[in-house]
Antibody
């Protein structure tokens, strides 16, 4: 059974860099049929897709974050990562990683448990 | 302001049927992009509930059903149970945003 687990700092200073890793277990990240995605949810608010990556390295990012976000993959460690630079309070959120179907369906399943990242000095 | 519009809240008594709408446009639901639904119980990660407009993953009760028509989609829950109390989100792709989008979410209260 495929499982995803986010890890990284829970607090990041304003103007700093947010770095998270999602470790995939129970399956290979080197799947041609899937993307690997990051989604975030500010406290008390809805879900926002941030971006995704294919194991071959191709990426897609939400236009509003494209200048600040990078998603990378390490197939040898079976994990993928999110880097968000120049963070502000508005970036405070629970960050989820998820597997995304690379077929026409494009749904997210399964999801990691999520990690709360607070931007605060 | 979400690209996909959902009612903020719906409610129903145990045993009743409720529906949650997801209204989009010609750049998302109104084209060939499929709609998917997620259930988020309090304090937990979202879970896939319906995919491809009307398909249920293994393990999801048949009390949950989805449909799509024109620029809108709907999630129906029959035989409402206390454990269905959660936030529900629709999701699709939007060609104007050039990315995947979620509805704003609907809080279901079981009275």
């Amino acid at each position: 059974q495929l499982q995803l687990q986010e890890s990284g700092p829970g607090v990041v200073k304003p103007s700093g860099t947010l770095s998270l890793t999602c470790t995939v277990s129970g399956g290979s990240i080197s799947s041609s049929s899937h993307y690997w995605a990051w989604i975030r949810q500010p406290p008390g608010k809805g879900l926002e897709w941030i971006g995704n990556i294919h194991y071959g390295g191709s990426t897609h990012y939400i236009p509003s974050l494209v200048s600040r976000v990078t998603i990378s993959v390490d197939t040898s460690k079976n994990h993928f990562s999110l880097t968000l630079i120049s963070v502000a309070a508005a970036d405070t959120a629970v960050y989820y990683c998820a597997r995304q179907s690379a077929t026409r369906l494009n749904y997210f399943d399964p999801w990691g448990q999520g990690i709360l990242v607070t931007v605060s000095s | 302001q979400s690209v996909l519009t959902q009612p903020p809240s719906v409610s129903g008594a145990p045993g009743q049927r409720v529906t949650i709408s997801c209204t989009g446009s010609s750049s998302n639901i109104g084209t060939h992009y499929d709609v998917h639904w997620y259930q988020q119980l309090l304090g937990t990660a979202p879970k896939l509930l319906i995919y491809g407009n009307d398909k249920r993953p293994s393990g999801v009760p048949d009390r949950f059903s989805g449909s799509k028509s024109g620029t809108s989609a709907s999630l129906a829950i029959t035989g409402l149970q206390a454990e269905d109390e959660a936030d529900y989100y629709c999701q699709s792709y939007d060609s104007n945003v050039n990315g995947w989008v979620f509805g704003g979410g609907t809080k279901l209260t079981v009275l």
